[in-house]
């Protein structure tokens, strides 16, 4: 267990450089178990869901090691078991992204139903229904998982009933060596899926978006091994911004990619934030009151789900009422609590909908009556610190960046789930300027 102990209301000043992201490395160090030889990946992030992704390939018989600070070389030619344990297995949604590998290499996959954030539930059925199609066969257990592929899948043409970015992925791994075409209709467009298809097309794939929203895979055998730098973490980026704006700061943010943060950046323009944007840097700057705000989550393009909690607590310091609306998960609100208790003036409000089947991206059976979905803030709001724990990544970091804007002493529980999604967090605030200590 770890703590974050923090006495702050500074301006954060300096640089930083981004790291690779998060939801593209784990998948990637899985994808090159496909392949014959050894795969070699910079940029990558030491973050938490990185370091269990490792251990998970390390229990399955390959080998990795680190050749860089931020460099690893994955050897996966002793790949000897086709189960995941329970305990590891279901700290990481990365789990569910082992089957395709495992079905390739050994015909029978067993893995723990996927954890991590409980943040709503993440609907399997996305991910099962077209593996069923392709001729995998599933049992569900109380535990595992059990998938079976006595022979070659087959390429389909599937149809996501809603957006999904780890469905996408699952099925484009699968779709990597089954027999014939696949395509893959409203498939996920975010860049971290780009990510993996290019390291796909790198060991032997042949992987195509021909379309927005639409993949075609073409099925092959064998695969080699391959080099591939991992795009920037845009969550990183988002964080380290809000948080020079949240501190009336300013922070020269290194190694983006601003196509990837179009919808940020346009939100930042909107309320008045410096903003200089190079060609992989942009520099974030508070010069004036911030204007309030009104945004919703959507699938990339739009405004990503992992970003809002962050620009709600931006939005805390902000002249006006903002408003929040979450479509992607059911349950992604659980830090307001904590932000109201620091002063926050922060109001839950149901949104009204025509079809909520169609706007909302999660499953309406996994909705509840007390998951809010939409908040009001209105600013700018004096917090003050208090003792808090850490529920997820993104709400993890929230609540950091607001003991960073509060009066007095804040005390985060549970930091080590921060930890999952970023790499040396404090340690990294510390050196803009925080007064934040890991315990």
């Known amino acids: 267990m770890a703590q974050?102990?923090?006495?702050?209301?500074?301006?954060?000043?300096?640089?930083?450089?981004?790291?690779?992201?998060?939801?593209?490395?784990?998948?990637?160090?899985?994808a090159s178990l496909f392949g014959r030889q050894e795969s070699l990946f910079s940029n990558l992030t030491k973050a938490g869901e990185t370091k269990i992704t490792l251990s998970l390939i390390k229990y399955l018989g390959a080998d990795f090691r680190w050749v860089g600070e931020h460099s690893v070389l994955v050897n996966p030619q002793n790949l000897q078991h086709s189960q995941l344990p329970l305990g590891v297995g279901r700290e990481t949604r990365a789990s569910i992204l082992f089957v395709p590998v495992l079905l390739y290499r050994f015909g029978r996959a067993r893995v723990p139903w996927p954890g991590g954030d409980k943040i709503g539930r993440r609907p399997l059925d996305r991910h099962l229904a077209g593996l069923q199609k392709m001729g995998v066969q599933i049992k569900q257990g109380e535990q595992f998982l059990e998938f079976t592929a006595p022979h070659?899948?087959?390429?389909?043409?599937?149809?996501?009933?809603?957006?999904?970015?780890?469905?996408?992925?699952?099925?484009?791994?699968?779709?990597?060596?089954?027999?014939?075409?696949?395509?893959?209709?409203?498939?996920?467009?975010?860049?971290?899926?780009?990510?993996?298809?290019?390291?796909?097309?790198?060991?032997?794939?042949?992987?195509?978006?021909?379309?927005?929203?639409?993949?075609?895979?073409?099925?092959?055998?064998?695969?080699?091994?391959?080099?591939?730098?991992?795009?920037?973490?845009?969550?990183?980026?988002?964080?380290?911004?809000?948080?020079?704006?949240?501190?009336?700061?300013?922070?020269?943010?290194?190694?983006?990619?601003?196509?990837?943060?179009?919808?940020?950046?346009?939100?930042?323009?909107?309320?008045g934030a410096g903003l200089e944007i190079g060609v992989n840097e942009m520099k974030v700057t508070w010069r004036e009151k911030l204007r309030a705000s009104k945004i919703e989550t959507a699938p990339y393009p739009g405004f990503m789900t992992d970003w809002q909690a962050l620009w709600s607590v931006l939005m805390t310091q902000a002249w006006?009422?903002?408003?929040?609306?979450?479509?992607?998960?059911?349950?992604?609100?659980?830090?307001?609590?904590?932000?109201?208790?620091?002063?926050?003036?922060?109001?839950?409000?149901?949104?009204?909908?025509?079809?909520?089947?169609?706007?909302?991206?999660?499953?309406?059976?996994?909705?509840?009556?007390?998951?809010?979905?939409?908040?009001?803030?209105?600013?700018?709001?004096?917090?003050?610190?208090?003792?808090?724990?850490?529920?997820?990544?993104?709400?993890?970091?929230?609540?950091?960046?607001?003991?960073?804007?509060?009066?007095g002493k804040s005390v985060l529980q549970q930091a080590e789930k921060i930890d999952r999604g970023y790499e040396h967090l404090a340690k990294r605030l510390q050196q803009l300027g925080g007064d934040i200590i890991r315990v």
């Not at 974050?4 to 899985?30: C, D, M, T, W, Y």
């Not at 009204?352 to 009001?376: C, K, M, T, W």
Request: charged share 20%; net charge positive.
């Open 4 to 30: 974050f102990v923090i006495h702050s209301q500074k301006p954060l000043r300096g640089e930083v450089v981004i790291r690779g992201a998060k939801n593209s490395g784990f998948k990637l160090l899985i």
């Open 152 to 271: 070659r899948l087959q390429g389909v043409r599937y149809r996501f009933a809603k957006n999904t970015h780890t469905g996408t992925d699952t099925l484009l791994m699968a779709a990597l060596w089954a027999e014939g075409e696949t395509v893959l209709e409203n498939a996920a467009a975010e860049p971290e899926v780009d990510d993996l298809i290019s390291f796909l097309n790198k060991i032997g794939g042949r992987v195509k978006r021909i379309a927005p929203r639409m993949i075609v895979i073409q099925g092959r055998r064998q695969f080699r091994g391959a080099e591939h730098v991992v795009i920037p973490d845009r969550n990183e980026a988002v964080t380290f911004a809000c948080a020079a704006l949240g501190t009336r700061g300013e922070i020269d943010i290194f190694n983006i990619n601003p196509n990837h943060l179009y919808a940020f950046i346009e939100q930042l323009r909107m309320i």
């Open 320 to 407: 006006g009422t903002s408003e929040v609306v979450e479509r992607i998960f059911p349950y992604r609100f659980q830090y307001v609590p904590y932000l109201q208790k620091m002063g926050a003036k922060i109001k839950f409000f149901q949104p009204q909908v025509n079809d909520p089947a169609s706007y909302y991206n999660f499953n309406l059976e996994d909705d509840r009556p007390e998951f809010f979905h939409g908040i009001h803030i209105s600013g700018p709001s004096h917090l003050q610190g208090i003792t808090m724990k850490v529920n997820d990544i993104r709400a993890g970091a929230t609540l950091t960046l607001a003991a960073l804007m509060a009066k």
